[in-house]
C-alpha cells in the first residue's frame, strides 16, 4: 500500500506525526462563499491545513453561474414600456451582458495559475496572456517537481558490509510531499544449499513501514528525509537475530551551482502567473470596452430609428393633409383628378416608409434588449423600449486635440498594456533559457543511521532497540559530493535560448505595430468627428431651406401658380432632408463612441467602475457625458405649413 500525498510549503518534516494522530472527526469542507457572478472570493489561497488537514484533499465548491436578469431590468418596466437612458443601457449591459459575464472568467483563471505556480507547476493561461513555450522543460504543463530519494534500509541485516558510489539529486517540489508504505510479505523457498540456512527449504515473514517528506526552494535547493523499518522472521538456523528488526533514518540534500540555481530559473512560473494577473484585467477591460461600445452604438441607432419613424409619421400626415385639400379643391372644381392621384401617390409612398421605419426601429429593439438581458423574459420581450436621451449636438469641446488624444491612447489603451505584459514574459523566457544553457553542478551530502536488533540466545530486542540505534547514530553514514552533468554540443538550449529572443523581438516589433494602428484609429476617429459636425450642419441647413422651398411651393398652389405635384416634390425633399439630418446626428454620435475607444477614455467618459463590471452589481450608476443637457437637436418639421 502507497499513500502519496502533498501539503504547502510552510509545514515541516515532522508533520507526518501529526497525521498519524488525525481523527476522522477533524475532517470537515470549507465551503467557499458564493458570489453574484458564480465565483468564490479568491483563488490565490489554498485552504488552511490546519486544523482541518484534510481540506487540501476536498474538492472547492464553486457555484454555479447566475444567467437571470438583474432586479435593475425589471424595475424599468412599467405597464409594458422600458423608458430606458443611456446610463440605465449602460448599467444593464454590465450587469446582463453575457459577452461581459464571459470574460470575467479570466480573472479567476489568472488567480488558479497564481495558486498552481505556488506549488511548483507551469500555468494553464488564458486567452490573451503569452506563456513561453521556452520556459517548460520537457513535456508541456511539466513544472519544477523533482524526484529524488535518500531512501533504503542501508546495508543493515545483510551478511557484508560497506561503502559505495552515493548520489542525491534534486527532490520535491514547493510544495512537500508526504509519503508512507506499509507491507507484509511471507515467502516460502527451496534451497540448494544446507550451508547458509542448515535446511533444505525456509519461510520467511517479513513487515515493513517506510516515511518520506522532500521539499524543494525557489532557490533551486532540496531536501529530503526518509525512515524505514524492516522486521524479519525466518526459519533458517544460522542467523544472528531471528526475528530481527533492522531501520534506518536518512537526511539528504542538494544544491544546484549552475543550471537551476537561483530563484529565477525556478520561479519562473510564478513571474508569468503574476504578470499574467495584470493581463487578466486588461484583457476584462477591453471585453468591457467593446461590449459598452457595441451598446452606444446600438442604443444611438435606435435613437435614430425612433426619429425616422417620427419624420416618417409627420410625413404621412402632410401628405394626407395634401390629399384632404386636393379633394376638397376638385369638388368645386379648381383643381384636376391628376392632382388628386399624385397626392393619393404621395400618401401611399409615405405610409411604405412608416411601415419601413417601424420596421427597422423594432428589429434594432430587439438588438438591444439582447444587449442588455442574459436571458428571455416575458415582460422584457412585451415591452416597448423608449430612449430618453436625445442624440448628440456637436460641439467644439467635443473634438480633441490631436497630440493630446494620441498620447491618451498610448497610455490607456489595454491593448498596449497587454503587449507590454508579454513583453515581460519573454524576457523571463530569455532569462531561464540563458540558464539552461549551463551545465548541471550541484554538492549533496547525506547523513544516515542504521539499527539492528532482534532476539537470540543472549538477548531480546525490538522495533524501539533499532530505532533507538538509528536515531543516536550507532551505525552512522555521511557522505558529500559534487554531481556534473552537460550535454555535448547542446544544440536544443541553444535552439531554446535563440527562439526566445527572436520572439521577443516579434513581440516588440508586435507593439510597435499595435501603437501604430492605435495612433492611426485615434487620427480616423478625429476625422469622423470634424467630418459629423459638418455633416450635422449641412444637413440641418438642409432641412430648413427645404422647408422654406416647401412652404413657398404651397403658398404658389394656393393663388394657383403651381401644381399639386411640385408640392408634393417639395415635400419629399423635406421628409428626405430630414432623414439625413437623423443619420447625420446618429453618425455623429458613434465617431464620439469612436473617438472615445480609440483613446481608451469610454469607461471613464461615461463614469463606468470596471469593479462592478467585474462584481456583476453596479453600486455606482454610469453617467454618460450626453444627458439630454445643452440645446435640443432639431426636430423633424415636415409637419408645419
Not at 417620427?310 to 376638385?330: G, I, M, P, T, Y
Given at each position: 500500500m502507497n499513500v502519496t500525498c502533498f501539503v504547502p510549503?510552510?509545514?515541516?518534516?515532522?508533520?507526518?506525526?501529526?497525521?498519524?494522530?488525525?481523527?476522522?472527526?477533524?475532517?470537515?469542507?470549507?465551503?467557499?462563499?458564493?458570489?453574484?457572478?458564480?465565483?468564490?472570493?479568491?483563488?490565490?489561497?489554498?485552504?488552511?491545513?490546519?486544523?482541518?488537514?484534510?481540506?487540501?484533499?476536498?474538492?472547492?465548491?464553486?457555484?454555479?453561474?447566475?444567467?437571470?436578469?438583474?432586479?435593475?431590468?425589471?424595475?424599468l418596466i412599467h405597464e409594458g414600456k422600458?423608458?430606458?437612458?443611456?446610463?440605465?443601457?449602460?448599467?444593464?449591459?454590465?450587469?446582463?451582458?453575457?459577452?461581459?459575464?464571459?470574460?470575467?472568467?479570466?480573472v479567476p483563471f489568472s488567480?488558479?495559475?497564481?495558486?498552481?505556480?505556488?506549488?511548483?507547476?507551469?500555468?494553464?493561461?488564458?486567452?490573451?496572456?503569452?506563456?513561453?513555450?521556452?520556459?517548460?522543460?520537457?513535456?508541456?504543463?511539466?513544472?519544477?517537481?523533482?524526484?529524488?530519494?535518500?531512501?533504503?534500509?542501508?546495508?543493515?541485516?545483510?551478511?557484508?558490509?560497506?561503502?559505495?558510489?552515493?548520489?542525491i539529486g534534486p527532490a520535491g517540489a514547493f510544495d512537500p510531499s508526504v509519503s508512507f508504505g506499509f507491507s507484509f510479505d511471507r515467502v516460502t523457498s527451496p534451497l540448494n544449499s544446507l550451508v547458509v540456512s542448515g535446511i533444505p527449504t525456509t519461510t520467511s515473514y517479513a513487515t515493513s513501514f517506510s516515511a518520506s517528506y522532500a521539499q524543494a526552494f525557489t532557490n533551486g535547493a532540496s531536501y529530503s528525509v526518509s525512515l524505514s523499518g524492516l522486521?524479519?522472521?525466518?526459519?533458517?538456523q544460522n542467523t544472528l537475530f531471528n526475528p530481527d528488526v533492522t531501520s534506518r533514518l536518512s537526511i539528504g540534500f542538494n544544491q544546484p551551482l549552475l543550471n537551476s540555481r537561483g530563484r529565477g530559473p525556478n520561479e519562473r512560473f510564478m513571474m508569468v502567473a503574476r504578470t499574467n494577473q495584470s493581463t487578466a484585467m486588461e484583457v476584462f477591460r477591453q471585453q468591457v470596452i467593446t461590449s459598452v461600445t457595441t451598446l452606444e452604438n446600438a442604443y444611438w441607432d435606435l435613437a435614430?430609428?425612433?426619429?425616422?419613424?417620427?419624420?416618417?409619421?409627420?410625413?404621412?400626415?402632410?401628405?394626407?393633409?395634401?390629399?384632404?385639400?386636393?379633394?376638397?379643391?376638385?369638388?368645386?372644381?379648381?383643381?384636376?383628378?391628376?392632382?388628386?392621384?399624385?397626392?393619393e401617390s404621395q400618401v401611399a409612398a409615405s405610409a411604405r416608409d412608416l411601415i419601413v421605419a417601424q420596421t427597422n426601429l423594432e428589429q434594432q429593439v430587439t438588438t438591444v434588449k439582447q444587449l442588455i438581458s442574459k436571458k428571455d423574459d416575458a415582460a422584457l420581450d412585451a415591452a416597448t423600449i423608449v430612449v430618453t436621451d436625445r442624440?448628440?449636438?456637436?460641439?467644439?469641446?467635443?473634438?480633441?486635440?490631436?497630440?493630446?488624444?494620441?498620447a491618451t491612447a498610448q497610455s490607456n489603451r489595454p491593448e498596449v498594456r497587454e503587449a507590454q505584459n508579454n513583453l515581460a514574459n519573454q524576457d523571463v523566457a530569455i532569462a531561464y533559457t540563458r540558464n539552461n544553457q549551463l551545465p548541471s553542478v550541484a554538492v549533496f551530502g547525506l547523513?544516515?543511521?542504521?539499527?539492528?536488533?532482534?532476539?537470540?540466545?543472549?538477548?531480546?530486542?525490538?522495533?524501539?532497540?533499532?530505532?533507538?540505534?538509528?536515531?543516536?547514530?550507532?551505525?552512522?553514514?555521511?557522505?558529500?559530493?559534487?554531481?556534473?552533468?552537460?550535454?555535448?554540443?547542446?544544440?536544443?538550449?541553444?535552439?531554446?535560448s535563440a527562439r526566445a529572443q527572436l520572439e521577443r523581438n516579434q513581440l516588440q516589433v508586435g507593439l510597435q505595430s499595435t501603437r501604430n494602428q492605435i495612433a492611426m484609429s485615434v487620427q480616423q476617429a478625429r476625422i469622423s468627428l470634424i467630418q459629423g459636425k459638418s455633416q450635422v450642419e449641412a444637413a440641418q441647413e438642409a432641412v430648413r431651406l427645404a422647408q422654406v422651398t416647401l412652404d413657398g411651393e404651397r403658398k404658389k398652389l394656393e393663388v394657383g401658380i403651381s401644381t399639386?405635384?411640385?408640392?408634393?416634390?417639395?415635400?419629399?425633399?423635406?421628409?428626405?432632408?430630414?432623414?439625413?439630418?437623423?443619420?447625420?446626428?446618429?453618425?455623429?454620435?458613434?465617431?464620439?463612441?469612436?473617438?472615445?475607444?480609440?483613446?481608451?477614455?469610454?469607461?471613464?467618459?461615461?463614469?463606468?467602475?470596471?469593479?462592478?463590471?467585474?462584481?456583476?452589481?453596479v453600486t455606482d450608476k454610469p453617467v454618460p457625458p450626453f444627458r439630454g443637457d445643452g440645446p435640443r437637436p432639431p426636430q423633424p418639421q415636415g409637419g408645419n405649413r
Open positions: 510549503k510552510r509545514q515541516t518534516a515532522t508533520l507526518w506525526l501529526a497525521v498519524l494522530l488525525a481523527t476522522p472527526a477533524a475532517v470537515v469542507a470549507q465551503d467557499a462563499p458564493a458570489s453574484p457572478q458564480g465565483f468564490v472570493n479568491t483563488y490565490q489561497k489554498a485552504p488552511n491545513i490546519f486544523p482541518n488537514f484534510w481540506a487540501p484533499y476536498l474538492q472547492q465548491t464553486i457555484p454555479l453561474p447566475v444567467l437571470e436578469n438583474s432586479p435593475r431590468l425589471g424595475n422600458l423608458e430606458l437612458s443611456l446610463a440605465d443601457a449602460l448599467a444593464l449591459t454590465l450587469e446582463n451582458n453575457l459577452d461581459i459575464v464571459v470574460g470575467r472568467y479570466v488567480q488558479i495559475d497564481i495558486l498552481r505556480t505556488k506549488s511548483g507547476q507551469a500555468n494553464r493561461g488564458f486567452t490573451g496572456a503569452l506563456f513561453p513555450g521556452e520556459l517548460n522543460s520537457g513535456a508541456i504543463g511539466a513544472g519544477v517537481t523533482s524526484s529524488g530519494s535518500t531512501g533504503g534500509t542501508g546495508n543493515a541485516g545483510g551478511i557484508t558490509g560497506g561503502g559505495g558510489a552515493v548520489s522486521r524479519q522472521s525466518t526459519t533458517q435614430a430609428f425612433q426619429l425616422n419613424v417620427q419624420v416618417a409619421q409627420n410625413s404621412l400626415a402632410v401628405a394626407k393633409e395634401l390629399l384632404e385639400e386636393n379633394r376638397k379643391q376638385e369638388q368645386i372644381g379648381t383643381m384636376s383628378q391628376l392632382d388628386v392621384v399624385t397626392a442624440l448628440p449636438q456637436p460641439r467644439n469641446a467635443d473634438l480633441p486635440d490631436l497630440k493630446e488624444a494620441l547523513y544516515a543511521g542504521s539499527g539492528l536488533q532482534g532476539n537470540n540466545a543472549v538477548a531480546t530486542g525490538g522495533a524501539a532497540a533499532a530505532l533507538d540505534q538509528t536515531f543516536v547514530a550507532a551505525y552512522p553514514e555521511t557522505a558529500t559530493g559534487v554531481s556534473f552533468s552537460a550535454i555535448v554540443r547542446n544544440r536544443s538550449a541553444l535552439a531554446d399639386s405635384y411640385n408640392v408634393v416634390l417639395r415635400e419629399r425633399d423635406v421628409a428626405t432632408a430630414q432623414y439625413a439630418e437623423v443619420q447625420a446626428l446618429s453618425t455623429y454620435a458613434k465617431a464620439l463612441v469612436a473617438i472615445d475607444q480609440a483613446t481608451g477614455t469610454i469607461l471613464d467618459r461615461n463614469g463606468i467602475r470596471l469593479n462592478d463590471a467585474l462584481s456583476g452589481t
